[in-house]
């Protein structure tokens, strides 16, 4: 066991950090293809603030914290706010006129705010959440006026709200993070596999039919052979895969880890079969690409449940 340690493993050491390096960089270029992704999915809204008040920035930090909201600062000179949606700058621009405060104070809340959206869906779903923004904020002051007759001030009212104020029944939750069945983890499996069949390339230097052939005199040294091949192997691509996941984001689970264990050990094994029986490195590259693919179609068929 040594002896093919010694062969395969420390000799070899270069095969194994070009493919721990290829996993890392294309984990950097998935990084930053999903960065770019998750920016072309924001919804751009921009907000004119005329009244620089402490009810308006309140505002501003409540929208800035909606899910794939953007919200930018249009500067109060500009005249035509309008033109960012119309030139399909944002998505929807919001006024806050410069008395804002002042009539949130007043309980004159009906109208406060100009809003300029699309006319699409999306422009739909963006004025929902602005106005559900807004009323939340301007509740408190509407509750108090209609307890005006009662003298109650609106400082109780707001500790009032606060202690009452009804929380959100719908939890959003990422199936990336919970689930196995997730087809990130399955382009994961794919990487790995397509980095893994670089080894046909890199280890040349044990496709040496003389040598194979005293190996394979003795069984208990054919076994070890193979063993160390893809014990060694599996352990560097499911090592790079780990570091491919968390490059990206992707939560590693027990059941991630054995998942690409798994599919790492029935590829090596076909590739050692591949090094040590067929003699043509064209043939050798095409049957593992062929392996890798079909592979690929199984994984991917089973993290969407199978083909009804």
Known sequence: MKSFFQLIVVKNWRTYAI??????????????????????IELPVAVQNFDDSESSKQLMTALKKQPRFHVTNLSTEERYPEDEVAKQRAVAVVIIPDDYEKRLAARQTSGVLTLYVQHNMVGDIVTETISKTAYKQQ?????????????????????????????????????????????GLAAVIIVMLLVGVAQIG???????????????????????????????HSFVLVVGALGLMMLIGLSVSATAIFILLA??????????????????????????????????????????GGVA
């Not at 493919?19 to 072309?40: D, H, P, S, T, Y």
């Not at 003298?151 to 500790?159: G, H």
């Open 139 to 183: 509740l408190p002051y509407i509750v108090a006026q209609h307890l005006k007759v009662k003298n109650i001030a609106l400082e109780d009212v707001f500790a009032k709200y606060k202690k009452v104020e009804p929380k959100g029944q719908l939890t959003m939750r990422s199936l990336v993070d919970s689930s196995p069945q997730s087809l």
């Open 263 to 304: 599919a790492a050990v029935v590829f090596e094994i076909g590739v050692a079969l591949l090094l040590t029986h067929v003699r043509t490195w064209s043939h050798q590259l095409f049957m593992a690409l062929i392996l890798a693919m079909t592979l690929a179609v199984i994984i991917i068929l089973l993290q969407l």
């Open 19 to 40: 493919l721990f390096a290829a996993l890392l960089v294309l984990g950097g270029v998935l990084k930053l293809l999903i960065a770019e992704q998750n920016r072309l």
């Open 202 to 232: 890199l280890n040349r230097a044990l496709c040496q039919p003389q040598a194979l052939a005293r190996v394979r005199i003795y069984e208990t040294n054919y076994r070890k052979f193979y063993m160390v091949y893809v014990a060694a």
